[in-house]
């Protein structure tokens, strides 16, 4: 059978293992053994939950896939060199799908060599335990995440650059989220409005990064390191393509949601030319689906540009829509791309 390579075993990665691994030989990379569900990194910072219980080994989840446990460090046209316990290894490849998303500021997001992620989300947690007053810069969804999560135990303050929060949600989802950071007695600073107090942490929720350095002198790439794709997800490069945080779209389509349904796109692209089949039709972003948490017991709930739920049931949603995508349950693109959109 054909080999397949797929570096990044997260939301993108392992819809596109888990798809191709009937029809070739997945080998699957990541310099983590564990995969992080970043959505509830807001509830392990606030001490709600330990941090492993957003780790999940993903070794049983799927079974026939090789898993290779390294950081990917260089790549050319046949194989990947791959950096394991201080070794080089060449991984060859006939197909390589890059999934390697975003790097984010600590403790938001592990660094790729970080030996123990669970120590370090554990040495958060205890930190942000014993401050009174916490600092969270950036009002995109996580910045707002973080400081309703953390605002039930701390005097919060959220800054941001921008005039409003969380912007690229609907303006009825934009207000509720602010009211109810309010409420919760969170005082937030928009345009850039300079924060003179001094905090006992500060906790920085912006600057994603896509994690392609070692991409640079293969795949094109735009000015911010984003992989450059067509609309199947094809590089610059025959037989290499790439999917979620780590390649260049749309603004809005930097969610977990989009890059499962890229990489389970993209596994069809690559299952039709191993097979010989007619490729599927270019790739078509479903509706936009995003639960943004306001603390344990809030949030808002929206589908394209409609807010559909606000309130308690919204951590619910967001709590069985974890357990849904951990198992690697089926989350078709082919339906959600068949949805209407609600404008
Ligand atoms: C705090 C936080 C909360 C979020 N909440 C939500 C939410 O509620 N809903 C939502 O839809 N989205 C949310 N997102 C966005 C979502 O997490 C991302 O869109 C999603 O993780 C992207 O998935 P991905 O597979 O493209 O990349 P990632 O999840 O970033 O995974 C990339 C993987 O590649 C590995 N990797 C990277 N480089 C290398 C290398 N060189 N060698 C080997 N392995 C490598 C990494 O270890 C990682 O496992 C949130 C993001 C953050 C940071």
Same mark, same amino acid.
């Not at 080999?3 to 888990?18: C, H, I, N, W």
């Not at 446990?69 to 201080?86: F, M, Q, T, Y």
């Not at 602010?178 to 924060?195: C, F, I, P, Q, T």
């Not at 890229?262 to 030319?273: K, T």
């Given at each position: 059978?054909?080999?397949?390579?797929?570096?990044?075993?997260?939301?993108?990665?392992?819809?596109?293992?888990?798809?191709?691994?009937?029809?070739?030989?997945?080998?699957?990379?990541?310099?983590?053994?564990?995969?992080?569900?970043?959505?509830?990194?807001?509830?392990?910072?606030?001490?709600?939950?330990?941090?492993?219980?957003?780790?999940?080994?993903?070794?049983?989840?799927?079974?026939?896939?090789?898993?290779?446990?390294?950081?990917?460090?260089?790549?050319?046209?046949?194989? =990947?060199? @791959?950096?394991?316990? /201080? $070794?080089?290894? !060449?991984?060859?490849? +006939?197909?390589?799908?890059? #999934?390697? &998303?975003?790097?984010?500021?600590?403790?938001?997001?592990?660094?790729?060599?970080?030996?123990?992620?669970?120590?370090?989300?554990?040495?958060?947690?205890?930190?942000?335990?014993?401050?009174?007053?916490?600092?969270?810069?950036?009002?995109?969804?996580?910045?707002?995440?973080?400081?309703?999560?953390?605002?039930?135990?701390?005097?919060?303050?959220?800054?941001?650059?921008?005039?409003?929060?969380?912007?690229?949600?609907?303006?009825?989802?934009?207000?509720?989220?602010?009211?109810?950071?309010?409420?919760?007695? =969170?005082? @937030?600073?928009?345009? /850039? $409005?300079?924060? !003179?107090?001094?905090? +006992?942490?500060?906790?920085? #929720?912006? &600057?994603?990064?896509?994690?392609?350095?070692?991409?640079?002198?293969?795949?094109?790439?735009?000015?911010?390191?984003?992989?450059?794709?067509?609309?199947?997800?094809?590089?610059?490069?025959?037989?290499?393509?790439?999917?979620?945080?780590?390649?260049?779209?749309?603004?809005?389509?930097?969610?977990?949601?989009?890059?499962?349904?890229?990489?389970?796109?993209?596994?069809?692209?690559?299952?039709?030319?191993?097979?010989?089949?007619?490729?599927?039709?270019?790739?078509?972003?479903?509706?936009?689906?995003?639960?943004?948490?306001?603390?344990?017991?809030?949030?808002?709930?929206?589908?394209?540009?409609?807010?559909?739920?606000?309130?308690?049931?919204?951590?619910?949603?967001?709590?069985?829509?974890?357990?849904?995508?951990?198992?690697?349950?089926?989350?078709?693109?082919?339906?959600?791309?068949?949805?209407?959109?609600?404008?």
């Amino acid at each position: 059978m054909p080999r397949v390579v797929v570096v990044g075993a997260s939301f993108a990665g392992l819809y596109a293992a888990k798809g191709l691994r009937r029809v070739a030989d997945v080998v699957l990379i990541d310099a983590s053994d564990e995969w992080e569900f970043t959505p509830g990194v807001h509830e392990v910072l606030g001490g709600r939950r330990k941090a492993e219980t957003i780790l999940t080994s993903f070794h049983d989840a799927l079974p026939g896939v090789e898993f290779v446990k390294g950081v990917a460090v260089a790549a050319h046209e046949r194989e =990947v060199h @791959v950096e394991c316990d /201080g $070794e080089r290894k !060449r991984v060859p490849y +006939d197909h390589l799908i890059v #999934c390697v &998303g975003c790097a984010y500021a600590r403790p938001i997001k592990a660094q790729l060599a970080s030996l123990d992620r669970r120590a370090q989300l554990a040495g958060a947690q205890r930190e942000l335990g014993d401050a009174s007053s916490v600092l969270v810069v950036g009002g995109g969804a996580v910045g707002v995440e973080v400081a309703g999560e953390l605002a039930a135990n701390h005097t919060v303050t959220l800054t941001a650059r921008e005039s409003e929060l969380v912007r690229d949600l609907p303006e009825a989802a934009r207000r509720y989220a602010l009211e109810a950071l309010r409420s919760k007695n =969170v005082r @937030v600073k928009l345009n /850039g $409005e300079e924060e !003179r107090g001094s905090f +006992d942490a500060r906790v920085a #929720c912006y &600057g994603a990064r896509p994690r392609t350095g070692w991409l640079a002198t293969f795949v094109d790439r735009d000015a911010r390191g984003f992989v450059r794709v067509d609309d199947r997800f094809r590089t610059s490069m025959k037989n290499v393509w790439a999917a979620g945080d780590c390649v260049a779209k749309d603004a809005d389509q930097y969610l977990a949601a989009y890059a499962h349904f890229e990489g389970e796109y993209v596994a069809l692209m690559v299952a039709s030319e191993i097979l010989g089949k007619a490729p599927p039709g270019a790739y078509v972003p479903p509706a936009r689906i995003v639960a943004l948490a306001l603390g344990p017991d809030d949030g808002v709930l929206c589908y394209g540009r409609v807010v559909v739920l606000k309130g308690r049931a919204v951590p619910w949603v967001k709590a069985l829509v974890e357990r849904w995508v951990v198992r690697l349950w089926p989350l078709p693109y082919e339906l959600f791309r068949r949805l209407p959109a609600l404008a």
